[in-house]
Structure formats: structure tokens, C-alpha cells
């Protein structure tokens, strides 16, 4: 039985378009987060990864994935973007792969093959093999991992109820949306006082994660964060980091959405607010540490740094 009391809107003639995924401009942020990890080395490999156009930069390339799902020629990976468990939250949360992973690939399956498929590109360009973004199936590769690593940190990205949160219509700070974009969006930008983020630039605020990542000074140390952080078994590491995610439907996003409530000034975002940067954060450092491990196999004789934890 579920018991969750959400604000019932009357039925308005407005165009709704699910979203898909954190903001653009969020999972730019956390590229730009990310490259802040990346070893010179593993820069310099995924610089020759990428197309031009990306000047090189995770961060630049790492909403692309969104903009290619709602194309024809890349519907087939919008379902890559969440895994829907089918769990009850807040009552009761878990991830389980083989029954929540779609036919035709989620998340956490997307996330290992496309790591998979970046691993000999990897190779390819240390053996001079590829070089300025020529091969489209290593650049989407590498694009689809940055991607990924920032969705699967967003707890609806790893819940399957009302599809994901789209479906729970909601009011924050009066506007009308639902909780599904509420989570990609307006609590972050609320905290941080913004309508949007730079999208060629990191934001102070997100200076300031990082910060507070190389200090170690959240509430849950990074080395929980890493816990699997190893690219040779990445189904493992994404179901693990999905179902780290998927616990704060329980703990949190579910179980303080009342009806009738401005979810901005309630107390909801403002409660929400530790989450999302703590969840934000994780993916920056999951992504920069999973690709320094990727790049850093068998180049470490003795000058490659394979950066696990940020030093601080
Ligand atoms: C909350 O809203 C839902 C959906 O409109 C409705 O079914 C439920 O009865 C409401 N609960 C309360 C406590 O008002
Ligand atoms: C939520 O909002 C959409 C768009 O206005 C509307 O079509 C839908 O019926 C609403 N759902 C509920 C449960 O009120
Ligand atoms: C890429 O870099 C060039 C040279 O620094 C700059 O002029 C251009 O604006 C950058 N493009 C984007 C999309 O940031
Ligand atoms: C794995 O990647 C290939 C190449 O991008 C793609 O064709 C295939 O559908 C992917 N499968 C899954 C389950 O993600
Ligand atoms: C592009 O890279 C993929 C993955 O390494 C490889 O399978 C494919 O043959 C490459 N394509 C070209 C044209 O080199
Ligand atoms: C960045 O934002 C500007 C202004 O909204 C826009 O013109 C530009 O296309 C955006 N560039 C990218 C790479 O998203």
C-alpha cells in the first residue's frame, strides 16, 4: 500500500516534457568537477578521445548524452539513462539487476559496456591508433560515461516509481513541475542561488565541492564514495553506486514530500540541500577516479599517477 501524499495540481494546459537526466548545465558542472581530479595523463588521453568541438573537456562534453537520446538516431539509448527498481519507497528501497535492468540496457548496464568500449580506446590512443576525436564509437564512449556516472547519482535516476518522479506533480518556490525535476535541477540551484550555471566554466559553488571533497569534510567520508571504484568490474561498481542512490528515495525524497506544500519553502529543498551536493560531489569524484584507473592500466612505470583518493 502506498502512502505518499504529493500536491494533487488541477490539470493545466501546459507543455510538460519529462526530463530526462540532471540538468544540462549540472552534469556540465560535474565534468568540470571531475577534470579537476584527472590526472595531466588521462587528460591529455581523453583530449585526443573527444571531437574538437569539446576543446578537449569532460565537462564541455558531458550533457551531449541528453541532447542524442531525444534524437531519432539515438532513441535507442534513452532508456540508458535510469534503472527502475521496483521497489516502495520510503518503505522499503533496493536496486536488484536483474529484474530492474530493461531489455535493451539501463544505467548500470550502459555504464559497464560503454567502459568496456573506452578501455580500447584508451588503448588505441596510447598506440597511436586514434587521435582528435576520429572515432565517433570512442568519443560517445567516453561522453556516455561522464554522463552516466553524474545520472546515477541522482537518487530518481534509480527508482522506478511515477517513472522516476516524473509523474508526481509538485510546486517549488510557486512554479508548477514535478519531483523528477525538482531532483535534476531546482534544489541545486536554489542552494546555490542561480537560475542556471556557466556552461563553458566551473561555478564557485562548485569550486567549492571540490574543496570540500580534497578536504574529506562530508558527512560521508570519500572513501565510502570509492568503495567500488574499480573499471574491471563495472557492473559491480554502477549497481552499487545505483543502489546508494536509490537509499535516499527512502531516506529522503519520499519520505518528506507532503501535499500541499511549496516543496522551496516547506523546509523540503532546504533539507535536500546536503544531499545534493554530497550526491553531486560523489559523482565528480567517482568519475575522475574511475577514469584515472582506466587510463592509468599498465602506464605506470613510475611517472602515472593512478589518483584513488584526492589528495589533500
Ligand atoms: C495527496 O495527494 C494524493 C494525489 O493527489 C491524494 O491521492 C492523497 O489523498 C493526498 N493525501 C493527503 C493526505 O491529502
Ligand atoms: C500532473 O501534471 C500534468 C501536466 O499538467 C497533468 O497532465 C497530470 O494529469 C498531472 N497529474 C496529476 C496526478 O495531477
Ligand atoms: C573552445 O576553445 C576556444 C579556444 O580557447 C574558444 O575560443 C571557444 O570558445 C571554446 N569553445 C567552447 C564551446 O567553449
Ligand atoms: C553496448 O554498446 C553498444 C555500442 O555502443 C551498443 O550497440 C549496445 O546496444 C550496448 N548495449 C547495452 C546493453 O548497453
Ligand atoms: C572505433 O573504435 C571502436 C572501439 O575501439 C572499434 O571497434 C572500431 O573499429 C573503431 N572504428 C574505426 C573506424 O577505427
Ligand atoms: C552555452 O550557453 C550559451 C548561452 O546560452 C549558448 O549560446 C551556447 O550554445 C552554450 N554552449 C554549450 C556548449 O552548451
Request: contains cysteine.
Amino acid at each position: 500500500m502506498y502512502t505518499r501524499y504529493f500536491v494533487a495540481l488541477e490539470v493545466l494546459a501546459f507543455a510538460f516534457s519529462p526530463i530526462a537526466a540532471w540538468n544540462t548545465d549540472v552534469h556540465q558542472q560535474i565534468g568540470y568537477m571531475a577534470e579537476n581530479f584527472l590526472t595531466s595523463y588521462t587528460s591529455d588521453i581523453l583530449g585526443e578521445i573527444l571531437e574538437s568541438q569539446y576543446n578537449k573537456s569532460i565537462g564541455l562534453a558531458a550533457a551531449w548524452a541528453d541532447a542524442y537520446a531525444h534524437t531519432k538516431e539515438g532513441r535507442y539509448s534513452y532508456q540508458w539513462h535510469w534503472i527502475d527498481a521496483h521497489d516502495n519507497p520510503p518503505t522499503y528501497c533496493h536496486v536488484d539487476y536483474k529484474y530492474d535492468c530493461a531489455k535493451g540496457g539501463c544505467i548500470v548496464s550502459a555504464i559497464a559496456n560503454q567502459t568496456e568500449i573506452l578501455r580500447g580506446c584508451i588503448d588505441n590512443v596510447k598506440n597511436g591508433l586514434l587521435s582528435g576525436g576520429s572515432n565517433m564509437t570512442c568519443s560517445n564512449a567516453l561522453k556516455w560515461v561522464t554522463h552516466f556516472v553524474g545520472d546515477i547519482a541522482q537518487p530518481l535516476h534509480s527508482s522506478g516509481l511515477g517513472n522516476g518522479g516524473n509523474l508526481f506533480n509538485v510546486t517549488f518556490g510557486g512554479k508548477r513541475t514535478e519531483l523528477h525535476a525538482v531532483w535534476d535541477g531546482e534544489i541545486i540551484y536554489a542552494d546555490a542561488g542561480v537560475t542556471v550555471f556557466p556552461n563553458a566554466s566551473i561555478h564557485p559553488f562548485m569550486i567549492n565541492l571540490v574543496d570540500r571533497i580534497n578536504k574529506d569534510s562530508f558527512s560521508v567520508p570519500t572513501s565510502e564514495w570509492l568503495s567500488c571504484t574499480n573499471p574491471n568490474t563495472p557492473q559491480q561498481c554502477a549497481l552499487a553506486w545505483a543502489r546508494d542512490s536509490n537509499t535516499w528515495t527512502c531516506r529522503y525524497v519520499y519520505k518528506y514530500a507532503y501535499n500541499n506544500t511549496d516543496l522551496l519553502e516547506s523546509g523540503y529543498a532546504k533539507g535536500a540541500y546536503p544531499i545534493v551536493e554530497l550526491q553531486i560531489s560523489k559523482a565528480a569524484l567517482r568519475l575522475g577516479t574511475w577514469l584515472n584507473i582506466l587510463v592509468g592500466k599498465e602506464l605506470n612505470k613510475g611517472s602515472g599517477l593512478v589518483l584513488q583518493r584526492p589528495l589533500s
